[in-house]
């Protein structure tokens, strides 16, 4: 019997057999299965309402999800269809309505506030759209905020190297490009080792070349650290360089597959 999540040793494109996926639209068959992967997010029945006077809206309508180790899934929406409600939750940044989220054995639901920091320190790695970086700070010492909390990061220069930006390690955010802010972003999120790398519309304020940069950034940390990855996005062709792509609408999961073909960054058009 195949367990929970299941890896193809032949296709690394195709996403784990066994996560949960929305069954409504059709999935081209994997390839035989042998190598087991771990659960990393096991999602059931989340619900997030928010009350805004007397109106209630309704972001999250009951969604289930499983998300496995090593996976890298794009979360494709239009404003307003749950992907950065549900992204939050999976971050422990937010509490759902109803539901529950499990991260391998702990239930996120039922942490305490203190759990859920000691959680976001030393799991989960956050990159935004807006970079966040603090002015007066090196690309080094941007980078260092995290190490220095962190009792097995990495050296921030080996996390520059590792998004191609070893030799602007001294330069400032004033003198960077918005695409090597992010870069430095982006090791700044992975230098603590995280299990799990959270995008937020990583390449929102970005032109298509400079995009093109950070998503091998992205791709280059899932691939060499086995980060599990998950990118929220609204431009569908990001979806093509994934693992697995989950769209969500009003609230719900639309359709859960896997690319036929998975495209390199270099192929991607928008």
Same mark, same amino acid.
């Given at each position: 019997?195949?367990?929970?999540?299941?890896?193809?040793?032949?296709?690394?494109?195709?996403?784990?057999?066994?996560?949960?996926?929305?069954?409504?639209?059709?999935?081209?068959?994997?390839?035989?299965?042998?190598?087991?992967?771990?659960?990393?997010?096991?999602?059931?029945?989340?619900?997030?309402?928010?009350?805004? %006077?007397?109106?209630?809206?309704?972001?999250?309508?009951?969604?289930?999800?499983?998300?496995?180790? %090593?996976?890298?899934?794009?979360?494709?929406?239009?404003? %307003?269809?749950?992907?950065? !409600?549900?992204?939050?939750?999976?971050? %422990?940044?937010?509490?759902?309505?109803?539901?529950?989220?499990?991260?391998?054995?702990?239930?996120?639901?039922?942490?305490?506030?203190?759990?859920?920091?000691?959680?976001?320190?030393?799991?989960?790695?956050?990159?935004?759209?807006?970079?966040?970086?603090?002015?007066?700070?090196?690309? !080094? &010492?941007?980078?260092?905020?995290?190490?220095?909390?962190?009792?097995?990061?990495?050296?921030? +220069? +080996?996390?520059?190297?590792?998004?191609?930006?070893?030799?602007?390690?001294?330069?400032?955010?004033?003198?960077?490009?918005?695409?090597?802010?992010?870069?430095?972003?982006?090791?700044?999120?992975?230098?603590?080792?995280? +299990?799990?790398?959270?995008?937020? +519309?990583? !390449?929102?304020?970005?032109?298509?070349? !400079?995009?093109?940069?950070?998503? &091998?950034?992205?791709?280059?940390?899932?691939?060499?650290?086995?980060?599990?990855?998950?990118?929220?996005?609204?431009?569908?062709?990001?979806? &093509?360089?994934?693992?697995?792509?989950?769209?969500?609408?009003?609230?719900?999961?639309?359709?859960?597959?896997?690319?036929?073909?998975?495209?390199?960054?270099?192929?991607?058009?928008?």
């Amino acid at each position: 019997m195949e367990g929970p999540c299941q890896i193809s040793a032949s296709a690394t494109s195709v996403a784990p057999e066994g996560c949960r996926q929305h069954r409504s639209t059709y999935i081209e068959p994997a390839p035989a299965l042998t190598t087991p992967a771990p659960t990393v997010f096991r999602v059931q029945g989340l619900t997030k309402v928010y009350s805004m %006077g007397e109106v209630f809206v309704h972001a999250l309508r009951g969604v289930d999800l499983e998300i496995c180790t %090593g996976e890298f899934v794009v979360l494709l929406g239009h404003s %307003g269809s749950g992907k950065s !409600t549900l992204l939050n939750m999976l971050g %422990g940044l937010d509490q759902p309505t109803a539901g529950s989220i499990h991260f391998r054995d702990q239930d996120l639901t039922r942490a305490s506030p203190q759990e859920l920091t000691l959680y976001r320190r030393r799991s989960v790695g956050f990159v935004f759209q807006f970079y966040n970086l603090i002015p007066s700070l090196t690309a !080094t &010492e941007n980078v260092a905020l995290v190490t220095d909390i962190s009792p097995a990061a990495m050296r921030p +220069e +080996e996390a520059l190297r590792l998004v191609q930006l070893y030799d602007r390690r001294n330069s400032f955010p004033s003198q960077l490009s918005g695409g090597q802010q992010q870069r430095v972003a982006i090791a700044r999120a992975i230098a603590k080792r995280p +299990e799990v790398l959270l995008c937020d +519309e990583p !390449t929102g304020a970005l032109d298509v070349s !400079t995009g093109i940069s950070v998503l &091998e950034a992205i791709l280059t940390i899932n691939q060499s650290l086995q980060t599990t990855t998950i990118v929220i996005t609204h431009n569908a062709t990001i979806g &093509e360089m994934a693992d697995r792509v989950v769209t969500l609408r009003d609230g719900r999961i639309n359709e859960d597959y896997r690319p036929r073909v998975r495209k390199s960054v270099q192929e991607l058009n928008w």
